[in-house]
C-alpha cells in the first residue's frame, strides 16, 4: 500500500534534486529559510516609505528661513526722533569740515540702517521727511541732505534696490551738498538770479563734496560716484561732466531727483515752494530731459501728485482728503470726503477709494496739505 505522504516526498526529492544538480545537499532545507524572509520583507519595506515624507519638513523650514531678520517682530522705531537724529549728525559733518576730524563712517552707517529698516516696516519716516521742518539750531543744507537721504532710501526701494544697496544709497544722500559748505551762503538762495561767475561757483560744489569724502577714506567707491554725479541729467544737460543717459550712476538719479523733488518743496529762504504735488508735476514735465521715466514713475508712485494730506475737489463738487496712496493707481487715491457738492461739511466724513470708485475722479487740490 503506498502512502501520500510518501508520493508527496519523493515529488518534493525529485523536485529539490533537479533545482539543485552538482549539490552535495540535496536535502538541505534552503527553501523554508528563504521562504520566511521573503514573506517578510514586505512589512518591513513601508517604514522607510513613511518616513520619507517627513524628511521634506527640514528643507520647507531652512527655505522658509528670512535672509534678512524678521521685521513684524518689533515695532518701527519712531519716525521723528530718528529723523531728527539724522538732522544733528549732519550738522556735526559741518564741523568735522571746519575741524578736520575724522569721518564717522560707522556710526552713519548704522544711523543708515535704522532708516532703511524704519522704512521697510512704516511709511511714517517717508513722510516724516517729506512734510516736516529743520529743528531749530541745524541748518538748512543739513536738513536738506537729511531729507534726500530718507526720501532716497524710499524710492530705491520701489525700484528693487536691496537693503545693502539702499543702505549705500541713503549714506551718498546724506553727503551731497557737502561742498556747498564751503561755498557763500547765499548761492544758493537765489540760484536763479546766480552771475555767471557764481554759477560757475555753484557747479563746482559736487567736486568739492567729492573731494571731502575722499579725505575721509570712504567705505564705497560707488559712493563718491552717486555724490559727483548727481547733478547730471538725461540729455547731458547736467554738470560737472555733462554725461548723458546710461553713463550716469543709477544712484545719482535717484538721488537728483530726490533733490529737484526737495528743493522745490522745501527750498532755502525765501525761495518759494511749492505744494507736493505741484512739485511732482514740475518734474513729470520735463522728466524726458532730465530724469529717466522708470524713475518719474516711481516717485509718483510714492508722493503721489496728490499726497497723503491734501484738500481735493472730485467732480461731483465734493471736497475731500486724500489719506492714503494707490501705488499702482496714482492719480486715483484713497479720500475722506469732508464737504458735499454745495460746500457743506458732511456731519460724518466718508471714506472713498478712487481707485475702486470708476466715476469719480479727482479735478485738482483746493488747499495745502499736510501731514
Known amino acids: 500500500m503506498v502512502r501520500m505522504s ?27 529559510p528563504r521562504a520566511r524572509p521573503v514573506a517578510e520583507v514586505p512589512q518591513p519595506a513601508p517604514p522607510p516609505r513613511i518616513e520619507t515624507p517627513p524628511a521634506v519638513e527640514p528643507a520647507v523650514s531652512l527655505d522658509a528661513l528670512p535672509l534678512e531678520p524678521a ?38 552707517e548704522h544711523l543708515i540702517e535704522r532708516c532703511v529698516v524704519a522704512l521697510e516696516r512704516s511709511s511714517e519716516l517717508f513722510w516724516v521727511a517729506n512734510n516736516t521742518i529743520a529743528l531749530a539750531g541745524v541748518d538748512y543744507l543739513a536738513f536738506h541732505q537729511a531729507r534726500v537721504a530718507a526720501l532716497g532710501i524710499a524710492i530705491a526701494a520701489s525700484v528693487g534696490y536691496d537693503r545693502p544697496r539702499r543702505v549705500q544709497l541713503g549714506m551718498a544722500g546724506c553727503l551731497i551738498d557737502v561742498g556747498l559748505w564751503q561755498l557763500p551762503e547765499g548761492l544758493s538762495r ?114 503721489s501728485v496728490f499726497p497723503p494730506g491734501t484738500l481735493v475737489r472730485l467732480n461731483t463738487g465734493e471736497v475731500g482728503r486724500v489719506t492714503a496712496v494707490n501705488r499702482n493707481h496714482p492719480l486715483r487715491p484713497r479720500v475722506e470726503i469732508v464737504a458735499d457738492g454745495k460746500g457743506q461739511r458732511l456731519p460724518s466724513p466718508k ?21
Open 351 to 371: 471714506m472713498t477709494d478712487l481707485s475702486e470708485a470708476p466715476f469719480l475722479y479727482i479735478t485738482g487740490a483746493v488747499a495745502e496739505g499736510g501731514r
Open 71 to 108: 521685521l513684524p517682530e518689533t515695532p518701527a522705531e519712531s519716525a521723528e526722533p530718528l529723523f531728527a537724529e539724522l538732522q544733528l549728525f549732519l550738522a556735526r559733518v559741518r564741523e568735522i569740515i571746519r575741524t578736520g576730524d575724522a569721518f564717522p563712517w560707522s556710526e552713519l
Open 190 to 303: 537765489r540760484l536763479d538770479a546766480l552771475s555767471p561767475e557764481e554759477q560757475a561757483l555753484y557747479r563746482s560744489h559736487p567736486r568739492l563734496s567729492v573731494e571731502w569724502i575722499r579725505r575721509w577714506s570712504p567705505p564705497h567707491e560707488e559712493l563718491v560716484e552717486a555724490v559727483l554725479q548727481h547733478h547730471e541729467r538725461e540729455q547731458g544737460q547736467g554738470f560737472p561732466q555733462g554725461l548723458h543717459g546710461t553713463t550716469v550712476n543709477q544712484d545719482a538719479k535717484i538721488l537728483g531727483l530726490v533733490d529737484t523733488y526737495t528743493a522745490l518743496t522745501l527750498p532755502p529762504p525765501p525761495r518759494p515752494r511749492l505744494r507736493p504735488h505741484e512739485a511732482i508735476r514740475e518734474i513729470v514735465r520735463t522728466k524726458h530731459e532730465s530724469f529717466p521715466s522708470s524713475l518719474v514713475k516711481a516717485i509718483l508712485s510714492e508722493i
Open 6 to 32: 510518501d508520493v508527496v516526498r519523493g515529488i518534493v526529492r525529485e523536485k529539490a534534486a533537479d533545482e539543485a544538480k552538482g549539490s552535495a545537499a540535496p536535502e538541505a532545507p534552503p527553501p523554508p
